[in-house]
Antibody, heavy 116, light 110 residues
Framework: QVQQQQWGAGLLKPSETLSLTCDVY????????QTWIRQSPGRGLEWLGEIDQSGSISYNPALKSRVTMSADTSKNQFSMKLKSLTAADTGVYYCARGSDYYMEVWGKGTTVTVSS | QSILTQPPSVSAAPGQKVSIPCSGTSSTIGNNYVSWYQQVPGTAPKLLIYDDNKRPSGIGDRFSASKSGTSATLDITGLQTGDEADYYCETWDSSLSARVFGGGTYLTVL
């Protein structure tokens, strides 16, 4: 059964860059979409972007200038960076695997707090 | 305010049926597949329904969904206390070029 374990720093200061990585176990990155989502009380669930089966990357237009995603098939992991953090970026960040129409396997989430 | 509209909460008694609506537009539900997720507080969302009305393996037939025009509905029958959770609809927004979620509906099983 495919599992995803995500990791990265959880406490950051304003203007810093968030870096998160998701390791995929029990399955391959190949053939699936790799997606990042975040959740906060103020904005609910928010799609940040995804890498499709061909390696093409789509970003949420609202965050496009600040977010970067990548995948390393040799390590079976994918990553996300979000720069120029503000308090509004505080929330729980999830990685997920699925298709272009749904997200089937989710990581457990990483709580990110942006505070000076 | 979410692109997809859901009621903040619904409630029903154990054993009963509940329906959770999700309203969108032609740019969202009207022309794209809908997925539904269940989220127990403190845990990650879990896929319940994909491609409008299909269940992943391991999801029981108490959960079903439908779509008509620009609205979708999740039905849960034979309610159990373990069904208490937030439920989210999700689809692609062709105008925004982004996946979008509903605001979530918390189900209380009284």
């Amino acid at each position: 059964q495919v599992q995803q374990q995500q990791w990265g720093a959880g406490l950051l200061k304003p203007s810093e860059t968030l870096s998160l990585t998701c390791d995929v176990y029990g399955g391959s990155l190949t053939g699936f979409f790799q997606t990042w989502i975040r959740q906060s009380p103020g904005r609910g669930l928010e799609w940040l972007g995804e890498i499709d089966q061909s390696g093409s990357i789509s970003y949420n237009p609202a965050l496009k200038s600040r977010v970067t995603m990548s995948a390393d098939t040799s390590k079976n992991q994918f990553s996300m960076k979000l720069k120029s953090l503000t308090a509004a970026d505080t929330g729980v960040y999830y990685c997920a695997r699925g298709s272009d129409y749904y997200m089937e396997v989710w990581g457990k989430g990483t709580t990110v707090t942006v505070s000076s | 305010q979410s692109i997809l509209t859901q009621p903040p909460s619904v409630s029903a008694a154990p054993g009963q049926k509940v329906s959770i609506p999700c309203s969108g537009t032609s740019s969202t539900i009207g022309n794209n597949y809908v997925s539904w997720y269940q989220q127990v507080p403190g845990t990650a969302p879990k896929l319940l329904i994909y491609d409008d009305n299909k269940r992943p393996s391991g999801i029981g037939d108490r959960f079903s969904a439908s779509k008509s025009g620009t609205s979708a509905t999740l039905d849960i029958t034979g309610l159990q206390t373990g069904d208490e959770a937030d439920y989210y609809c999700e689809t692609w927004d062709s105008s925004l070029s982004a996946r979008v979620f509903g605001g979530g509906t918390y189900l209380t099983v009284l």
